[in-house]
């Protein structure tokens, strides 16, 4: 670092790497700690890894059971497999491989700065935004599939970079496209990455035919991987990734992460204004161009039902390593380091602002996830009984009760009615189940003597299922829990029920 800075900027500086610390260290902790699900969805998740590493199967046909969507690329769920099949449980097992990726981006936010700026005290400044940016640890510590495919995709891009900035050899540019391939290969969506790298190469004259070669090893090797997947599995790789992954949206949930986007980051964006005129010159308007289609992904994919703030992770990290090289353009050290008066010595405040502010974000939300954690451990407790070891299947709204009683999802209640709604999968064989009583326990967040729920959000099942309940099914307890208030149990309204064919 630039021992020419004064000793309170330093201070200053270790101060803020010891908080950044402190924050990645507590989520660590409960990340290890914690037994159950942290947030919605890492169950569903575990789940399909426990019965890839069970049974050997991921993507279903939904015209049979289990009804469920896989979602994403195999990436993720084969490494959480494997890991579970050494020992680990199965959510520690998807935390650590978000653990390990979410060190990797605090480390290539650091590097990308240096490479571009050769500033270390930039480059600290985007390390520690970075790790207190509340996406990147609260979800950097949650077994899904976003960290490990924005740390697979930000180092595509640094070593692309290596090759750009630093005219290294072609070899940056084929770990370039390996990486970019994995990232694809682990969450379909991370386009940002390889897209602005191919405009970025076709655009300078002398990189041209580097371009083509890497949206065609890149695009191409996906494409086959794909295609070839497709066939092999009688078309349910494309229906599971791609068809059955088209929820519907919602104007307002666009808002919803529109106001918290820049409730945690509006004020880093204030930095980037300030040097953008700079940006777009030379090598620097990569990582610029990188952050505006990761803006544009974010756009076209966050208004859709289910979806939450992990959606957020790349842009919100490309947004600290923007926000660091913005100051390098700026000289924002040299004129802090001399006492200028100018107005850039300003930028000061957003940048203590992010942190605070992203902090105090952070401290409620690691209090519910504790306080979560003995919940979420009695509900699971107090439904276990409820449960079958047999092969049955059951419908239940808890998959974390799931994980821990029957290590299998039989029905994903949400994404199955979003489906027969949408003419995609015939709700008659399961009605049939219900209507004979052969499905032994339902577990509903919603009372169905009274009419439907309208919140899409909260999951339920289609009408005429709904229906067939309410003629064959008797109400068997009400368990209070975090989700949506609880669960309402309901059994066939005699003991003696079929057996699903």
């Not at 021992?3 to 200053?12: D, K, L, S």
């Not at 979806?307 to 919100?316: C, G, Q």
């Not at 959000?457 to 609880?486: C, D, H, K, Q």
Request: net charge positive; glycine share 6%.
């Amino acid at each position: 670092m630039d021992h020419q800075a004064p000793i309170w900027y330093r201070r200053a500086i270790y101060v803020l790497a010891g908080v950044a610390a402190i924050v990645v260290a507590a989520h660590i902790a409960l990340a290890v700690w914690a037994k159950n699900e942290i947030a919605a969805a890492e169950s569903i998740i575990a789940l399909h890894s426990m019965m890839l590493a069970q049974s050997g199967g991921l993507y279903y046909s939904n015209q049979a059971y289990p009804y469920t969507v896989t979602p994403y690329m195999p990436v993720f769920y084969v490494l959480e497999a494997l890991l579970f099949r050494t020992g680990i449980p199965i959510f520690l097992a998807g935390r650590l491989l978000s653990i390990v990726a979410l060190f990797g981006i605090l480390y290539l936010a650091y590097k990308i700065v240096l490479l571009y700026t050769k500033d270390r005290w930039c480059a600290a400044i985007a390390g520690i935004l970075c790790a207190c940016t509340t996406v990147i640890p609260g979800w950097g510590t949650i077994g899904r599939v976003d960290m490990l495919a924005v740390f697979f995709s930000i180092a595509a891009f640094y070593f692309y970079a290596r090759y750009a900035v630093e005219e290294a050899d072609v070899k940056a540019l084929v770990w370039s496209g390996l990486l970019a391939f994995a990232s694809l290969m682990t969450k379909q969506t991370l386009v940002a990455a390889p897209t602005a790298i191919c405009l970025l190469l076709f655009f300078n004259a002398r990189h041209r035919k580097q371009a083509i070669l890497y949206a065609l090893t890149v695009g191409g090797g996906a494409a086959l991987v794909v295609f070839g997947a497709n066939s092999m599995l009688d078309g349910r790789f494309l229906f599971n990734t791609v068809f059955a992954n088209v929820n519907p949206f919602a104007a307002e949930k666009l808002q919803q992460h529109a106001e918290f986007y820049f409730i945690s980051l509006g004020q880093l964006l204030v930095v980037i204004f300030a040097a953008l005129s700079k940006a777009i010159r030379g090598h620097f308007k990569g990582p610029l161009l990188y952050l505006a289609i990761s803006f544009a992904v974010l756009a076209g994919t966050a208004g859709k039902i289910g979806s939450d703030t992990n959606y957020h992770i790349e842009s919100a990290a490309l947004i600290t390593i923007c926000t660091a090289i913005s100051l390098h353009l700026l000289a924002f050290h040299a004129h802090v380091f001399r006492g200028s008066k100018a107005w850039i010595t300003l930028l000061q405040l957003p940048l203590l602002i992010h942190v605070v502010n992203n902090v105090r974000i952070m401290i409620p939300f690691f209090q519910s996830r504790v306080v979560q954690e003995f919940e979420m451990e009695d509900y699971a407790r107090r439904l276990k009984p409820y449960y079958e070891s047999g092969d049955r299947p059951v419908i239940a709204m808890d998959f974390n009760s799931l994980v821990n009683s029957r290590g299998k999802l039989d029905v994903e209640p949400l994404i199955y009615t979003i489906l027969v709604n949408a003419g995609r999968i015939d709700p008659e064989p399961m009605r049939k189940d219900i209507a004979s009583g052969s499905i032994p326990v339902i577990m509903l967040h919603q009372d169905i003597s009274k009419p439907d729920l309208t919140d899409p959000e909260i999951p339920s099942l289609p009408t005429p299922l709904l229906n067939a309940m309410r003629s064959r099914y008797e109400y068997s307890g009400f368990v209070p829990g975090p989700y949506f208030g609880g669960v309402y149990v309901y059994r066939p309204a005699n003991a003696n029920t079929a057996q699903v064919k």
